[in-house]
């Protein structure tokens, strides 16, 4: 007697996934140390001088591959409607420029609950400025390399509470 064997056919028209190419990406976490990796939202606030608001560009470009680029500000959106969208973004920290008459600030939020410092900028310069005095001057791009804290001027800091080993 002779046996029948029935295959099963490929299923028609329903979602294939190639299980090679496709692997499973580690969207936001950094896979040697597997802590996430911090994102921000670099905004301006109100009625701010062109001056400022090239900062906000230079500062996005600084902070380039973990920030939004084109993040597009209008006047109606409140800080609240910021908020609601890094949580969605999964957006870590927001820096916010700000101006007045007097003075321009920026404020240093960490999101969602974390501490919100507030600085007075006393000078800045654009990165055209820094172009404008280098005799040789260096492309300013997205180049992915680290940005570079200076903190300078901090000579008059109050050391009284702090333990000098």
Do not use: W
Not at 85 to 99: G, K, L, N, R, Y
Not at 116 to 131: A, E, G, P, R, W
Not at 136 to 158: E, H, I, Q, V, W
Request: aromatic share 8%.
């Amino acid at each position: 007697s002779a046996s029948l064997v029935l295959k099963k056919m490929p299923k028609r028209g329903g979602k294939r996934k190639k299980s090679r190419t496709h692997k499973e990406t580690t969207e936001g976490v950094e896979t040697s140390t597997g802590q996430k990796i911090p994102k921000s939202f670099i905004i301006k606030r109100g009625k701010v001088p062109n001056l400022i608001k090239e900062v906000v560009h230079d500062m996005r470009e600084v902070m380039y591959p973990n920030t939004a680029m084109k993040l597009k500000e209008s006047d109606k959106a409140k800080l609240k409607d910021y908020i609601k969208d890094a949580s969605s973004f999964e957006v870590t920290h927001m820096m916010i420029f700000s101006a007045t008459e007097k003075n321009n600030y920026v404020r240093f939020v960490k999101l969602p609950d974390g501490p919100t410092l507030t600085f007075n900028i006393q000078s800045f310069c654009t990165h055209k400025d820094v172009q404008n005095a280098q005799k040789k001057p260096k492309a300013f791009g997205r180049t992915l390399a680290s940005p570079l804290l200076l903190l300078n001027g901090f000579n008059n800091f109050d050391t009284t509470g702090l333990n000098e080993e």
